[in-house]
């Protein structure tokens, strides 16, 4: 579970950075794209606004032209562009020296904001008709569109608007709250500031900088705006990416698992069905060793039924046979009958493939069954065969044929282990035991027993100690039990030879007394 948790947050986390992180940068580029027009259309009305300052000067200098500057004519012009125009604080005629020498308006604005000397150099500039602009020099949002008008006798003039810069990059459809408006001159003298940037700089701000299209006033307005965290990590977002990348996770994970688990079940499957084939064709290879023993066993059930046949015709063609006798007879074909269909039957289930059927059985009867096959060719052989078998039944729950077949080859490797010793020590002990929640089978032998170096690759396929063996037997045998949810483990004996054990779990039932 630890490492599931653990794979499970390895993913999600940068997926869900990731994610963040790349909607954050959507939010980001959409915010400047908004900016960019926001920019756009603030530039478009700033500069028609100050194209419209042009026209005023324009048309005042026509008018001043035409008049005087004291004239009715004048002034009602002046004062229709102050009302109309707010953001033209004042209108001024001033002489070369710098001098106001009438004020004129309605509401006229003082010029101490601005130098008189740079104002009288920058009339001093100027040819007739042309205009230029000049930054206050108290730092005040405000700047004079000075414009030259014909001389009045032997002093220069210009006309001069004072420009309220706040009002003049004042938008229309507003802007958001956070945003800056910087209006400078040519010479990057700021003009006019309108809220700030925090300093903060973990998002960079966004900017637009664009330079107005007028001669007379060749300013550039600057625009820049810190999105705030919450717009580029809007609640949808910050939430719902992180809940929609863990499904994501899991739902991967889910699958992989899935992936992994029929993955390994087919390759179970494949391992079973081979471990099936494997296991069938070493028993029949057995079956064919053991003929010589099976024959024996079947004769002789076979030759007592035929003895007593041979013996109960002649009573009956006698005719002194009682009924007594005929049935004695007949009883003991029957007894006989019976036991060669035993040792069929033992034969047959050994043999035929099939699904592993466990069942809860007693492991003294697998011994015996094993003892039933393999005595013959045993004692052919002139090995002893000794069984010390538990007084309590040792039940398990397991595929009979399948822990026959890993004691019949336990047993026949003992054998191969005896069959060149001397014949007082050509012995196989088999023996069962119950210890606590496990039963077990043992198979041991008077063997030269194993090398140490040998022990810990018995069970390795394709190792073997024998000259002419394949070295699949044991790692079966292993597989089988292992699949009866038990062990298989081989070691010396303490004076000689080598013991091999089985222990399977045991079934959940009393124990009982064996029967004999």
Known sequence: MKQRLATFFVLWIPLALAGLGGGALVEYWRADDALQRDGATLHRVVSQRVDQHDAHLTSLAAVLASSSESSATFRAVVEAVQRFYPRIAAVELVAL???TTVPIGAQPASLADFDPAALAAQIGDLLPGQAATLASRTGAPFYALVKRVPDSG????ALVLVIDAGLLTEPESGLPGNAARVLQDAKGTVIARHGGVSIDTSVPPLSFRKALGSRSQPMVLTLTRKPALAELLPPALLFGWPVVAGLGVALLLAMLRERRASRRAREAMRLHQHDARLAHAMRVNTVGEMASGIAHE??????AILSQSQAGLRLARAGTASQEELTGVLEANVRHARRAGEILERLRAYVMRREPLPQPIDLNRIVSNVVALTRRDLQERGIALRLELSPL????????VSIE?????????AAEAVKNLPE????IVLATSVDGGEVEIAVADAGPGLLEADLARLFEPF????????????PLCERLVQAAGGRI?????ARRGAIFTVRLPALAAEPRIAAE
Do not use: C, Y
């Open 393 to 400: 039944a040792p039940q398990a729950k397991l595929d009979r």
């Open 97 to 99: 020296d710098g001098t």
């Open 424 to 427: 007082e020590r050509r012995e």
């Open 463 to 474: 190792f073997t100690t024998k000259s002419s063996g394949m070295g699949l037997g044991l």
């Open 298 to 303: 079947i004769t002789q059930p076979l030759t």
């Open 154 to 157: 032997s002093q220069p003039r």
């Open 405 to 413: 077949q890993v004691v019949h080859n336990l047993v026949r490797n």
């Open 489 to 493: 483990a081989a070691r010396n004996g």
